[in-house]
């Protein structure tokens, strides 16, 4: 693991370093789209399903799954994941993210493993050249929904799937334009809070490509949720 983490502190991305760095390595986009507990459906999404009935006790013994887990986040950026924390399998979900700075926003999953996956922006928006600059560009008063059903790079749902356990989702946002990242897996989210901690320790040491071919810090904020998959 360390020799991994030392090769990952220098990440190069860019509006279109990007396109060398994502699709070399098609085969990690194709196969790692589709986590255990979040899974990526490669179809236009379907009009929503009547949420299912949202359990009044936290499961899991004494994890807390509501509880805030304490992270970087100087832009403030805040997300729920709808319709609940507490998931059956098969049920869709949804993220609504805001900020109160602009950045890039990427989302990544943790299952009950600690296996990351990027969920956004997923291999379908990343493959279309056009707009790349800002196809994951969030806004001040503007938040969005991820998938959004009328935006163009919204093909995928996002349905919660085996196995069962405690998992986490995380939103990084980016004060420069990254479009991928290649974090490594962590421990198991249970309680959430040093699953986060690895991650922000691995993107506090990555760089960005600049448009001189130099290598530049960004500012990192930061959030994070547990879901319980039942």
């Known amino acids: 693991m360390a020799h991994r983490v030392a090769a990952l502190r220098i990440l190069v991305v860019g509006a279109l370093v990007a396109a060398s760095v994502a699709f070399p390595a098609k085969a990690q986009l194709e196969g790692d789209d589709n986590s255990r507990a979040v899974r990526i459906i490669e179809t236009p999404p379907s009009p929503p399903a009547a949420p299912p009935p949202v359990a009044s006790a936290t499961p899991m013994g004494n994890i807390d799954i509501r509880r805030p887990i304490k992270a970087q986040n100087p832009a403030g950026v805040e997300f729920a994941i709808l319709p609940d924390v507490e998931l ?5 979900v949804s993220l609504r993210i805001a900020t109160k ?3 890039y926003l990427i989302v990544v999953d943790v299952d009950p493993t600690g296996k990351l996956t990027q969920i956004y922006p997923n291999r379908h ?3 279309l050249l056009e707009s790349r600059e800002t196809l994951n560009l969030i806004k001040p008063g503007q938040p969005i929904t991820i998938p959004n059903r009328h935006n163009p790079f919204a093909g995928f749902e996002l349905v919660a799937s085996p196995p069962s356990g405690v998992a986490m989702l995380v939103a990084i ?3 420069r334009p990254v479009h991928l990242v290649d974090l490594p897996d962590v421990v198991p989210p249970q309680n959430g809070q ?3 901690d690895q991650i922000m320790e691995v993107a506090r040491q990555l760089r960005i490509a600049r448009e001189d071919g130099g ?3 960004t500012k990192w904020s930061f959030d994070a949720k547990l ?4």
């Open 88 to 92: 059956s399998a098969g049920t869709r």
């Open 194 to 196: 040093a699953a986060l």
């Open 215 to 217: 290598l530049a810090e």
């Open 227 to 230: 879901y319980l998959v039942k």
């Open 101 to 103: 700075q602009q950045g």
């Open 125 to 127: 928006s990343l493959q």
């Open 173 to 175: 946002l980016s004060d």
